[in-house]
Each structure stands twice: as structure tokens, then as C-alpha cells.
């Protein structure tokens, strides 16, 4: 009895009461054991209880004991996840590979985890449901990839969530304030950004303005408001005559003028294009300016693109790591300027430490960044690229925010738990 009251009087006061029941008996129950071991009698009880005082503080703050499988904490929040069915992101079970890692690492430090499959049809049980469970929700879907949701819906069933009181990971404002293409325009004057940036919203804007900034720099880089994995962003550079009648299909007929001529490469894939400068416009206003609210992005070309990208991991407002990212570079890939893995680039994932003159800097600026962009939670999971400039200087290229894939490195999930469940407890 004395050695019971010790062990819970000292795990007490060492946990002040946090500590879950089935810790408690661990301890105990390990302290029982050493003591036999070491065969006291009664002679030596004064003994009997050091041990126990110095086992029960050894193995409760260790988290160490022999009834591992029991339970040691109990789900202190309700957290839903939410996908979709469709795309290629799935596997065979109809789930993200990733969202199982997720789930995992988010029960391990003790919240409760449910899946929930968005539709647009099903958007009011949806609702209801996550609505009447969760404390938080997390949205693994890239809104406009998928058959059965679309982007308007689906932020509308989010925004409902969050005037329920669910908190958001991310809320649809912070979506579109990280992943649209026009919110980069916020950034112009940053030490980190490129000020040569313009933005077109109707086709109008386009025709006349991009082809004098084209003339201007020879090389401009065009991008769609939205988008992944580098679709409907065009390096766009003009060429001479002999390098239109080089690289041109033989229904061509070019004319004497090759300023009118340019190659387009769009960096999902690297392929080429070349088009009289009208068509290729026509082209942009057609596929990327088709609806209001439509914006196209002109950009500064970088030419040290090739020499690739550097993308930092984050998680919250922690870097996780850094991925150095290398287009392929071979005698058929000349006029290569991605460096997604889908145009053949290589990704190596390295340390924060190994990058501190982009990773410092950056943390610097990051708050200022934010702030500018209107972005209340920084997202559990998002990426920003960057891209050598003059002087050894890098800029942002991307910032990627609505559902960032982490399949091939499982071991973030444990990560994303904890700032998750730390950013969650903050707000509560």
C-alpha cells in the first residue's frame, strides 16, 4: 500500500494529474517488478521506497513501460477529413494514399479521425454530418480536379462548416489567397519577388498588352489562375526566322517577319509549341479566359530556371524540408524548363539547415507575407518554389496550398499531427 501511494503521489505531482490512468498502472506495475528484483526485507524499506520514487519518475516522464498496448491518451478533439471519390490520387481502396498516414498520425497522439466523401449531390448530409461530429475539418481535394465536385459547391459547404464552428484547414479564402495565381501580385515589392508582373483579366487586356512586354524582354512566362503540376504555364519566348522554319510543322508558311513567331513550353511536361504570336494568344484566351473572373499571370522569364527550383515543405509556419528540384537536361530537352517529376526532373529532399539562406530570409518575410496575401491559418501542408535570380538571389515562382501530396514520404504525417493538434489547441 505505502509503495502504491508513493508511485501515484509522485506520477501526481510530475504530470499534475495529465497523465492517463494506464500510465499510472504502467508505472506502478514496473516499479512491483525492479523491487522484486531487488529482494528487499523490511531492514532496508527506506530503500524500497528510493527505488520506487526515482522508477516511477524514470518510466512515467520516459513514457516507457511494459503495457504498451493499452491506450495512454484519449481523443481530446474530433477531426474530419475530407475527400472525394475519383481522380488519380486514389488507390484501390478509394482513398489518398496519404490520408491513411494522416489518420494514423493524428490517432497516435490521441485525436479522434473520421473520413468523410464529399459530392456535390450529397453536400447537405455532408454537412450535416461532419457539422454534428468534428471540432476541425482537414480538405485533402484539389477543388476543379474532380468529376463529382466542383470548386463552387464544395466552398460553399465549407464556408457552411466554419459559421457552425468547425475550424478550418483551410478555409476557402485561404485556399484561394495561397493557390490563385493572381494573389502572387500581392507580393510585388517583396525582397523575394519579382517585380516585372502583370496581371490580364480579359482577353482585350491581353492582346494588347502582353505582346509589347514579350517585345520588351524576348522571354515571358504566362500561367492560368489556378492550376497544378505546371499546367497552363507557358514559357513563351520569340523566335527569329530560321529558328521558326526549324522548329515549325511543315503546314506553316511563315513569313518574313519571325517576330511574330514564338515557342510556347508548357512546364506540365515540357513539350513545345510553336505559333504565330495571334494564335498562340487566341490560343491563352481560349482555354485560360473563358468565364468572368478568369485571370492570366505575365511573369518575368528566369532564365536560371535551369538550373532548377527550390521548394520548401511546410507544415504551419515550421519548414519540414527542403527539396532541390533538377529538370532533366539532355540533348532532346534543350528548350526544357520544368522541373515537375512529370517533365522527367529529379526531386532530392534535403534538410532546412542545408538551405538557411533561403529558409532565414524567408521565415523573416513570412508573417509580412501572409499578411499581404489574407491568409488567417497557414495551411497544415503547403509548398513554395523558388528560382535563382541576378546576383544569387532567389524569387518565388509557385506557392502551392490546396492539397499537397506527401505519398512518398509517410513519415510527415507524424509532423503535420503535431503542429495540427498544436494550432488546433490554440485556437480552442
Request: glycine share 6%.
Amino acid at each position: 500500500s505505502v509503495n502504491v501511494l508513493w508511485t501515484v503521489n509522485v506520477i501526481y505531482k510530475r504530470n499534475r494529474g495529465s497523465v492517463s490512468p494506464w500510465r499510472s498502472v504502467n508505472s506502478i506495475f514496473v516499479c512491483f517488478v525492479i523491487e522484486a528484483e531487488f529482494n528487499m526485507t523490511s531492514k532496508f524499506s527506506y530503500m524500497r521506497a528510493i527505488v520506487v520514487v526515482v522508477c516511477s519518475y524514470l518510466f512515467t516522464f520516459c513514457d516507457f513501460g511494459l503495457l504498451r498496448g493499452f491506450k495512454q491518451d484519449l481523443p481530446r478533439f474530433k477531426i474530419a477529413i475530407i475527400e472525394c471519390p475519383g481522380g488519380a490520387d486514389k488507390g484501390e481502396d478509394g482513398h489518398r494514399k496519404d490520408t491513411h498516414y494522416l489518420v494514423d498520425g493524428l490517432r497516435t497522439h490521441g485525436a479522434d479521425v473520421q473520413v468523410f466523401t464529399y459530392t456535390d449531390e450529397q453536400k447537405e448530409d455532408v454537412l450535416a454530418e461532419i457539422s454534428a461530429f468534428a471540432d476541425a475539418y482537414v480538405s485533402r481535394i484539389d477543388p476543379g480536379e474532380y468529376e463529382f465536385c466542383t470548386e463552387e459547391n464544395y466552398f460553399e459547404m465549407l464556408s457552411s462548416l466554419i459559421n457552425h464552428g468547425v475550424i478550418p484547414f483551410n478555409s476557402p479564402k485561404d485556399m484561394v489567397a495561397l493557390g490563385a495565381k493572381k494573389s502572387l501580385l500581392e507580393l510585388v515589392g517583396m525582397y523575394f519577388f519579382p517585380n516585372s508582373t502583370y496581371l490580364y483579366s480579359t482577353p482585350q487586356e491581353l492582346k494588347e498588352l502582353f505582346p509589347i512586354t514579350l517585345k520588351d524582354h524576348g522571354n515571358r512566362v504566362l500561367k492560368q489562375n489556378r492550376g497544378s503540376k505546371g499546367e497552363g504555364v507557358w514559357w513563351v519566348h520569340i523566335l527569329n526566322p530560321f529558328q521558326a522554319a526549324e522548329l515549325a510543322v511543315a503546314s506553316l508558311n511563315f513569313s518574313d517577319d519571325g517576330q511574330f513567331y514564338v515557342k510556347a513550353v508548357e512546364a506540365v511536361d515540357n513539350h513545345h509549341e510553336v505559333h504565330l504570336l495571334d494564335s498562340f494568344i487566341d490560343k491563352v484566351i481560349t482555354n485560360y479566359l473563358k468565364t468572368p473572373g478568369d485571370f492570366v499571370i505575365d511573369m518575368e522569364f528566369l532564365p536560371r530556371i535551369a538550373e532548377g527550383e527550390v521548394r520548401l515543405i511546410l507544415s504551419g509556419k515550421q519548414v519540414l524540408y527542403v527539396v532541390n528540384k533538377q529538370p532533366i537536361n539532355t540533348k532532346e530537352n534543350l528548350h526544357s524548363f520544368s522541373a515537375n517529376l512529370g517533365a522527367g526532373a529529379s526531386h532530392i529532399w534535403q534538410k532546412p539547415a542545408d538551405w538557411g539562406f533561403i529558409v532565414e530570409p524567408f521565415l523573416l518575410h513570412m508573417d509580412e507575407m501572409l499578411d499581404r496575401l489574407g491568409v488567417d491559418t497557414p495551411p497544415i501542408l503547403w509548398t513554395v518554389d523558388f528560382i535563382r535570380h541576378e546576383n544569387n538571389n532567389f524569387v518565388i515562382s509557385e506557392i502551392n496550398a490546396s492539397c499537397v501530396g506527401f505519398s512518398a514520404h509517410p513519415e510527415l504525417a507524424a509532423v503535420i499531427a503535431k503542429v495540427l493538434l498544436r494550432m488546433l489547441q490554440q485556437m480552442k
